[in-house]
């Protein structure tokens, strides 16, 4: 015998987000910082209605519920709207990042099947290019040069949003964090709502109708740590920029008075390096979550001496992409302020809805004891089960997941990433975290940035090549480099050499390219391994 309960079902779908914002909070602002210098606002009850009049038109032009409605633009609220207004007739909303080179950018959308893409003015040249060689998308609709709104102007907002099962499909992202071609993440309804309702909450983002949210953080890249969700869920005012310029990122924290952003670390550097050279300032900025690559502590420790709050996230977008977020413990006001900053500098809390467990290379599940490390996996209501078209699942028998991230977990329920499983540089049978080195070395007054990977030695299996960016006008040397790593570091992991270079080279995310720079740096000859050769 089935038993239920007695109480109403609704189904969990996205567009209740947009449908609540609308109701409750109405008038709350949407500002848009275009690429054009120009800025416009509008409101929760005008993305909803402009929403309908986008779903009307795609449904104009033919779309069918589940067809894919691709995106290649920055942060604003043409943006916003099209995410509502795509799922909101039914469609699969793909956000496409325009960082990626040529080749990923025809297989995505060749991949996904795109039926419409709308995109930026400023990508048009890579539109035109690429056109020939995107076998679906039929409609292509400018974002920012007066078409989209011409578009969605003719129709009216009499629109119904298309219902459903709440395990349908709403969002598709592709992963570029892979070997091989990107991989597609299809989130769900449900899966969606369920990670906005746990982001919203005071172990996450801590937002409300009182918040003001700039997410320096791109709406192609993992949903933009899912803040156009969770936004309208609480009511909050959204700044949206498509300029990250540390300027205009300071101008607008402070005549919006945005009160939490979050960022890469890169973005963080680089408006660090702007405030500490022309004397600008954040405004009433009081909550900064850091995530996509771990936070330096000279980074965490900057935003204290200003009196901010600091969250430190990891995820990806397998993930939705939020998997642990640095809020304060039960016991943080007893905590010394050194415990504070290292308790911040992991990667934060599991948040309900997310199991995290370390395995060895036999898949045995190792202690939680903050000693152990090991592959991380993970589970849990919005993780991904398979990825997009493929047929065999992407976790194993009892829906465990490997993130690629080697970890530990603390007793007191935090998760410390101490490297990528293919970045960690395997030395003498022992591991020697990259991401430790990188951090420690942009510690160092005068540098601007840090990359740590293994080159080939003849005894040692792999040793550490620090490779630096000094900040402009620093004249840092190794010396002084290497007095400060050893305050902060195993005296086995002094790097073997210390480069100084212009530039490191990024991803498509912002995330330092290890990749690329083990290839750059192949044949690089450690004076140590050298030495050993000459004997």
């Excluded at 089960?385 to 465990?400: I, N, T």
Aim: aromatic content about 8%; overall charge negative.
């Amino acid at each position: 015998m089935n038993i239920l309960g007695a109480m109403q079902h609704h189904q969990l779908r996205v567009m209740r987000l947009v449908d609540h914002a609308e109701r409750e909070h109405g008038g709350r602002e949407i500002v848009s910082a275009w690429a054009d210098g120009t800025i416009s606002r509008t409101n929760w009850r005008g993305v909803a209605s402009d929403a309908r009049r986008m779903a009307k038109a795609l449904t104009r032009l033919g779309v069918q519920r589940g067809d894919r409605v691709a995106t290649l633009a920055m942060n604003h609220a043409h943006h916003l709207i099209s995410w509502y207004g795509a799922i909101g007739m039914g469609g699969v909303l793909h956000t496409i990042n325009p960082r990626l080179f040529p080749d990923q950018l025809t297989y995505i959308a060749n991949h996904a099947e795109d039926r419409v893409l709308l995109y930026d003015k400023a990508f048009a040249p890579l539109v035109e290019k690429l056109k020939p060689s995107w076998t679906t998308i039929q409609h292509y609709i400018c974002m920012d040069d007066g078409e989209f709104r011409a578009w969605i102007d003719k129709e009216d907002e009499d629109f119904a949003w298309v219902e459903g099962d709440e395990r349908e499909p709403c969002g598709l992202c592709y992963t570029s964090g892979t070997t091989g071609n990107p991989k597609g993440v299809l989130y769900e309804h449900r899966s969606t709502m369920l990670h906005t309702l746990v982001e919203v909450g005071p172990d996450v983002f801590e937002l409300s109708c009182r918040s003001v949210v700039l997410p320096i953080v791109p709406m192609f890249h993992a949903n933009a740590w899912g803040v156009p969700w969770s936004a309208p869920m609480v009511g909050a005012k959204l700044v949206l920029s498509a300029d990250y310029r540390p300027q205009q990122m300071c101008d607008l924290f402070r005549d919006e008075g945005v009160t939490h952003s979050a960022g890469v670390p890169t973005v963080w550097l680089g408006m660090i390096d702007h405030i500490e050279r022309t004397g600008a300032d954040l405004g009433p900025l009081k909550s900064v979550t850091i995530g996509g690559s771990a936070a330096p502590r000279a980074m965490v420790e900057w935003f204290r001496r200003k009196g901010l709050n600091v969250g430190h996230a990891w995820g990806m977008t397998e993930m939705s992409p939020i998997g642990t977020c640095g809020t304060p413990p039960a016991n943080w006001d007893e905590m010394t302020d050194e415990e504070q900053i290292d308790f911040i500098c992991r990667q934060g809390r599991i948040p309900f809805g997310v199991e995290l467990r370390i395995v060895d290379d036999e898949d045995n599940v190792l202690p939680r004891d903050g000693v152990a490390s090991g592959r991380l996996q993970t589970r849990g209501h919005w993780i991904v089960q398979r990825y997009f078209k493929e047929e065999h699942d992407a976790v194993d028998g009892d829906g465990w997941f490997d993130t690629g991230d080697v970890a530990a977990l603390h007793p007191d329920g935090t998760m410390q990433i101490t490297d990528r499983a293919k970045d960690v540089i395997k030395s003498g049978g022992e591991w020697i975290s990259s991401i430790e080195l990188e951090n420690a070395a942009v510690g160092v007054p005068g540098v601007a940035e840090a990359a740590a990977i293994g080159i080939a030695h003849p005894k040692w299996d792999e040793r550490p090549l620090l490779l630096i960016v000094r900040r402009p006008g620093s004249d840092v040397h190794e010396e002084t480099i290497r007095e400060h790593l050893a305050k902060h570091i195993a005296r086995w992991w002094m790097p073997d050499a210390i480069e100084f270079v212009e530039e490191l080279p990024h991803t498509a995310t912002g995330k330092l390219s290890k990749k690329t720079l083990r290839d750059q740096w192949r044949n690089y000859s450690l004076p140590t391994a050298e030495a050993m050769v000459g004997r």
